[in-house]
């Protein structure tokens, strides 16, 4: 099965489930950034969408769609004579659509239960694909070209944070986590095959809001 029927048929497992338990599904939004010194800014990004399902208290499996995107140090070569003279410029870019689903283990840490700890293995499937934009100086002219792959990862992930409520009269929820990914972009990523970009089994950080459609009592 091909990336995007997959795609679709999550899509309508996740509409169809909202549906009929609305009052068990709690939708949430992401932001976080996996930590890489290969990638500008010490890293890349990952923005999420996805549902939660409130299956007891101590399982809430969630399904989820992460956009990962991304710039690598720009890589410069230098003329051989001259140290100070460049004669060329790459700048790799990337981006991957990543499903992942986990079961997302509970674990309260009050009585009131407004705190848990969420435990989350996951299993990931990403769509990838990085560009190549090259620049080659010779006599006064700069020459542009662009490359492209593409590629897809599967891997496993862990994802381990601390959830909390956010308002009294709701069960809305923010979550602070920790996480690593053994996600292979670099197969796709490296511009040749000796490069050392290295994203496999990052350490990265996320905020999540969980939005409820359902007052406390």
Sequence with gaps: MGY???SK??????VNTFCVNAQKVMPFLGIGQN???SFERSGYFNLSSGIQYDLNTYSKPEVELRFFFGRLQDNTT????NPFLAIKDVFT???AFNWSVTPNFSFPLD????W???VKPKYNYANIKASDVILVYEGGKTLRSEVFRTGVSRSFGLNVGVVGTVWSDSFDAISLSLFVDNANFSKVIKRTSDMDVDTK???????????????KN
């Excluded at 230098?78 to 004579?81: I, N, T």
């Excluded at 009585?111 to 407004?114: A, K, L, N």
Aim: proline residues 0%; without cysteine; neutral net charge.
């Design 4 to 6: 995007s029927k997959i």
């Design 9 to 14: 048929v999550l899509f309508v497992v996740i």
């Design 35 to 37: 930590i890489n010194s």
């Design 78 to 81: 230098y003329d051989a004579a």
């Design 93 to 95: 870019t990337f981006q």
């Design 111 to 114: 009585e009131d239960r407004h």
């Design 116 to 118: 848990y700890l969420a």
């Design 201 to 215: 089994y990052n350490l990265g950080f996320e905020v999540t809001y969980y939005f409820s459609f359902k007052k």
